[in-house]
């Protein structure tokens, strides 16, 4: 009898929710637990330190008011995030009220599949206006804009990428640790080369893995990963090819991947690759800055803007269809991507580089600011030259399976393990095994 | 005299009663997945993004398409040399091993204790296993370090088909030589010592005891080591696929078959799956028969 008196009484205010409008409910009287899915603590910390209210119980739970936080995050690699996050959402409309996804992240290699489904909620509803986010940057708005021009997402950062390179090596080899100086032996690919050799002469490797450079060349492409359900390789990502294959013949880099500890290595001073390709969040969060004699801990990092403006990453916050805190959803996507005072916060504690023209256009003149990781020097002005840059039109659903398997594949083909024809080979297969839909790419002309 | 009939089925009773556990047990976890493993491999049944396609049923277009891709061989073929690479040396120092703890002439010390410690290698979580061999032989990992150290130079361990079979191979080894032996030993003490005496009497050496009475009387154990090696080797998945971060390289020459069955139910394509699972059905139950007919036929 009790169970059947509290259903009755949870029905009656699941109705009652659908029939008040959402903005006019208030919030005690939606869910009790808010479910965020995540595939890193990135976002968390970030509403950790500045959401108001925001109690940590653990590094998976918190508390705001007398709402239940849970992070569920589950890693990014091999779709597995994306995975996960298709189970839970497909199970949404049966989920308990307590275990519907109330909130989901989203990176930009896979956005379109969801902001083009009906699973996350137009912003306008949650009731956010265009005029909270008229100071965001339009690529980031681009990018979470469905067909039919609605707005589904948003983000506190943007991601305009630039060369990273190490001070002591620029120093040793190329003279000088100065922007400018290193800008010029980057400017373009050919010297990008030149420098590579110059590099390994001194001992050096020039990037940590042939697969630091392929973000560059992934975003500057003319054509989308799938075409008309076939696999499409692009001329640029063929550029990419020919070039990583050269330096890792020429002994320039290794094959070792990203993420790997191979590739972490170069983090400390006895790792001994010169530079690495990324944004913001990159050097602050994810280049062992925190640890104790690693190369950021002792500032010796720089940034300069490299041979090609492109960006990398950010994560999204999207409402999920059917959430019962829509209130709280709507609150934290606005207090965490709108608010000038937030966004200034994240900007100098967290340095990222923002979601707000105004607040980055301050910090760019403000010569008090700077990147202890950078050994001071204030990046902001060179993230602000390529943010208007960046074009969104050739992405696609299958970003994140086709990047990685592509990746992958031709380290096979640059270690001389298979020919390029037998690397396209193997690329077809492992994306056609991730996407049963796609049929396979033609084989480019490898010279 | 009616009475006591009644009482007999009333025994009756129990005897099913102490099946009931085990029935249910199998039929909910093995039986019923079983059966449903084979009604899916005839459905196209996956999920592309958010949009769930099929189940449409599409009779054995699933098995055409695996046995005609030309995919399940090479898979195959992998999952067989790394069990063999394993498993002969596995069997070759289990039997010695063996000897030596049964023989009671070495009156070896503190065999227990030794006994305990080669079985331990099984007690660590194999991807546990597999992440500390991933990083000891990374390209910058600490073997490399000794390698230049002494001279010899860089080896890429991950990037040479041969080398990554045989650490595969050496983690299986390392980890299931214990059991082996154990087994191996159990089988070996089970043999009547009077044989022993009456060879030794007859002038045999521990050689020719060892080949012609420890090696016949341990055929059935044998047969057993070895049916229930082939069919974990068959199933061999979490050490290749930690080592090799689930790609199976260089060009999946280390892809053993459960790794591509994990592919397409990464994808949630049960269709592909489960005919693969069909599959590697037969080939477990047909490869178990060769084995059992090929050492049982010796036996006069």
């Known amino acids: 009898m009790k169970r059947k008196a509290l259903s009755m009484i949870l029905a009656t205010a699941m109705v009652a929710a659908t029939i008040v409008p959402a903005t006019a409910v208030n919030a005690e009287e939606e869910g009790k637990v808010l479910n965020i899915y995540c595939w890193n603590d990135e976002f968390t910390t970030r509403v950790q330190d500045c959401y108001p209210g925001y109690e940590v119980v653990d590094a998976t739970h918190g508390k705001i008011g007398d709402v239940d936080v849970v992070w569920n995050s589950t890693p990014n690699q091999d779709n597995a995030y994306q995975n996960a996050l298709d189970t839970a959402l497909l199970g949404q409309a049966d989920a308990a009220a307590d275990d519907k996804v109330d909130m989901f992240l989203i990176e930009a290699d896979y956005a379109l599949k969801y902001i083009d489904s009906e699973y996350a909620m137009p912003i306008a509803d949650l009731g956010i206006t265009d005029d909270d986010t ?57 010297t990008f080369m030149a420098t590579a050799a110059q590099m390994k002469e001194a001992g050096y490797q020039m990037t940590a893995s042939c697969d630091d450079p392929f973000r560059v060349f992934s975003n500057n492409v003319t054509s989308k990963w799938v075409e008309d359900g076939k696999i499409n390789i692009d001329e640029n990502i063929m550029n990419w090819v020919k070039m990583a294959k050269e330096m890792v013949d020429n002994g320039y880099t290794t094959t070792a991947g990203l993420w790997s500890d191979d590739w972490s290595k170069g983090f400390y001073p006895d790792g001994n690759a010169f530079c690495y390709f990324g944004p913001a969040w990159l050097f602050d969060f994810s280049m062992a800055a925190d640890t104790e004699g690693s190369i950021g801990y002792d500032g010796g990092w720089a940034v300069t ?143 | 005299m009616k009475h006591k009939k009644s009482k007999v089925v009333s025994y009756n009773k129990w005897g099913y009663i102490f099946l009931l556990p085990f029935t249910i047990v199998y039929v909910v976890f093995s039986l019923i997945p079983l059966v449903s493993t084979v009604y899916n491999s005839f459905f196209e049944n996956y999920r592309s993004g958010l949009t769930q396609i099929g189940p449409n049923f599409v009779g054995l277009a699933n098995f055409q398409t695996l046995l005609t891709n030309g995919e399940l061989l090479p898979y195959f073929g992998n999952t067989m040399i790394m069990w063999v690479m394993g498993f002969i040396p596995q069997i070759l120092l289990s039997l010695l091993l063996g000897a030596w703890f049964s023989d009671p002439q070495l009156r070896l010390k503190a065999a227990g204790f030794f006994k305990s410690v080669i079985y331990l290698p099984n007690l660590i979580m194999a991807s546990a296993f597999a ?10 990992g600490p073997i490399n370090s000794i390698l230049i150290n002494i001279g010899i130079g860089q080896f890429r361990f991950m990037s040479h088909a041969w080398s990554v079979r045989g650490l595969v191979a050496f983690m299986n080894l390392l980890m299931w030589f214990g059991n082996t032996t154990i087994l191996l030993m159990a089988g070996m003490l089970g043999i009547d010592t009077s044989l022993f005496e009456a060879a030794q009497v007859d002038g045999a050496t521990s050689t020719d005891v060892f080949f012609k009475i420890t090696l016949p009387l341990l055929r059935p154990i044998l047969i057993y080591v070895m049916i229930t090696s082939l069919v974990g080797g068959l199933q061999m998945f979490d050490v290749p696929q930690i080592l090799t971060n689930g790609t199976g390289d260089p060009m999946r020459t280390s892809m053993t078959l459960i790794m591509y069955l994990n592919k397409h139910l990464f994808s949630k394509n049960f269709g592909l799956a489960g005919a693969l699972s069909v599959l590697m059905f037969f080939i477990t139950g047909i490869l178990s028969l060769i084995v059992f007919k090929v050492t049982n036929t010796k036996v006069e």
């Open chain 1, 305 to 447: 803007e490299g041979p090609q403006p492109f960006f990398w990453g950010g994560t999204w916050i999207c409402g999920a269809a059917g959430t019962d805190n829509p209130t709280l959803v709507a609150d934290i996507m606005k207090t965490m991507t709108c608010n000038a005072d937030v966004m200034t916060t994240i900007a100098t504690e967290k340095n990222d580089f923002v979601n707000n023209q105004g607040v980055m256009e301050g910090l760019a003149e403000d010569e008090n600011f700077g990147d202890a990781i950078l050994g001071g020097q204030n990046p902001i002005s060179m993230f602000l030259a390529g943010v208007g840059t960046i074009d969104m039109s050739n992405i696609s659903n299958y970003d994140q399976g086709c990047n990685e398997a592509f990746q992958n594949a031709m380290h096979n083909y640059f270690d001389g393990n298979a020919t390029f024809e037998e690397a396209i080979d193997l690329f077809n297969k492992a994306v056609i095994e991730k996407y049963p839909e796609l049929s396979p790419a033609d084989v480019p002309a490898a010279e």
């Open chain 1, 134 to 190: 008229a100071s965001q940057f339009q690529y980031t708005k681009d990018i979470v804009t469905d067909a039919n021009g609605v707005l589904k997402g948003l983000s506190w950062q943007a991601c305009p990428s630039v060369l990273i390179y190490r001070r002591d090596i620029a120093t040793e080899v190329l003279g000088s640790d100065d922007p400018e100086t290193v800008q010029a032996a980057v400017s373009d690919w050919d």
């Open chain 2, 131 to 140: 992440m500390l061999f991933f990083t000891l032989f990374a390209d910058t």
